[in-house]
């Protein structure tokens, strides 16, 4: 990043080749739409270009760009279209085996459905929590200072999420 703020706007083109995975899964597992989750990476990559001076080179990269991220889709969310269209968990990339057998697939795809359904139910701040936790991998500080709260808020957003969660599954598999 420090390459593209000095001028070397080429080196962007990498930077998109390793995170894009991860912005995607970020954005889609908040909207559930593949389409709507992809422009929102472009938009991502783009507002990460035009800001490029806010990137202090302080702590990582990830850090600075999932809070950019944050902050597209919140003003994503605000201009939210109610008529959007939802498509079903599998299109996330989840890092699992080459070719499981059918049987596999569908289960995977069954509890997939299940947790992104779950996760809609919950507040949009336990599901931002719960997702740049545990399925980005950002550090609780990290995820406060972004939203600019304290580390203890997002712990008890997660705790309770978690437990939502939990009782949300529990009960749609009665």
């Known amino acids: 990043m420090k390459q593209v703020q000095h001028g070397d706007v080429s080196k962007l083109g990498l930077l998109y080749e390793r995170y894009k995975g991860d912005a995607f899964a ?5 909207t559930g739409d593949q389409g709507r989750s992809e422009d929102l990476v472009q938009n991502l990559f783009i507002r990460m ?15 600075w760009m999932f809070a ?36 596999e697939r569908m289960e995977r795809s069954e ?18 929590a719960i997702v740049l936790s545990r399925f980005q991998g950002l550090k609780y500080r990290e995820i406060a200072k972004m939203c600019n709260c304290t580390e ?21 598999r009665v």
Do not use: W
Not at 111 to 128: D, F, P, T, V, W
Not at 154 to 170: D, H, T
């Open 26 to 30: 970020y954005f889609y597992r908040c």
């Open 49 to 63: 270009l035009k800001y490029r001076s806010t990137f202090g080179g302080h702590g990582e990269f990830s850090y």
């Open 68 to 103: 950019m991220a944050r902050n597209l889709y919140i003003d994503h969310v605000r201009k939210k279209d109610p008529l959007r269209k939802r498509q079903p968990m599998e299109y996330v990339p989840e890092e699992i085996d080459e070719d499981p057998n059918p049987e």
């Open 111 to 128: 509890k997939a459905r299940q947790l992104h359904n779950a996760l809609g139910k919950l507040s949009e701040e336990k599901k931002e």
């Open 152 to 172: 203890n808020a997002i712990k008890s957003r997660i705790q309770r999420g978690l437990l939502e969660l939990k009782e949300i599954l529990e009960n749609t």
